[in-house]
């Protein structure tokens, strides 16, 4: 039901431009802001895949809602600057100029600390962005977080 509610507004948002342009959408409830978490494993392996949450997190930002964005796995590697400038996914630019526009925003981005420490990315890496180390608990507490605004 959550996840039904979430992508209907998730549609109306997709259709706003149409609306601006002169369309109409029937029963467009005023515009909400919502709060959405991002989660992503994806990393350099595929640059496009990798580059999705960090560009859709913009793109919802800047419709103005509140976003954040957990990483795990492979995804924490892109906290390395050199690398995040080095993926550049298919149509869009590399990693690091989303990542920067990210940091200026103040989107805050949670690396798994495990992950990381698998991965060899370090606090330092972490600071390229703003970014901190996440943990399990601080992941239950984002989708909780998340998840007040939809059944409010």
């Given at each position: 039901m959550i996840r039904r509610l979430f992508?209907?507004?998730?549609?109306?948002?997709?259709?706003?431009?149409?609306?601006?342009?002169?369309?109409?959408?029937?029963g467009q409830a005023t515009h909400k802001s919502l709060k959405v978490l991002m989660k992503s494993a994806w990393g350099s392996d595929d640059p496009t895949k990798a580059a999705f949450p960090f560009l859709h997190g913009l793109a919802l930002a800047e419709a103005g809602h509140e976003v954040q964005i957990f990483l795990l796995e492979e995804a924490v590697g892109l906290m390395r600057k050199t690398l995040a400038n080095a993926v550049t996914p298919?149509?869009?630019?590399?990693?690091?100029?989303?990542?920067?526009?990210?940091?200026?925003?103040?989107?805050?981005?949670?690396?798994?600390?495990?992950?990381?420490?698998?991965?060899?990315?370090?606090?330092?890496?972490?600071?390229?962005?703003?970014a901190k180390f996440g943990n399990?608990?601080?992941?239950?507490?984002?989708?909780?977080?998340?998840?007040?605004?939809?059944?409010?």
């Open positions: 992508m209907s507004r998730l549609a109306q948002l997709a259709a706003a431009p149409f609306v601006m342009a002169g369309g109409s959408l029937e298919v149509g869009w630019p590399p990693v690091g100029e989303t990542l920067d526009k990210l940091a200026a925003k103040h989107i805050q981005i949670y690396a798994c600390g495990a992950c990381s420490r698998a991965r060899g990315v370090t606090e330092a890496d972490l600071l390229n962005y703003g399990p608990t601080i992941f239950v507490s984002l989708v909780e977080w998340a998840d007040r605004v939809i059944t409010e």
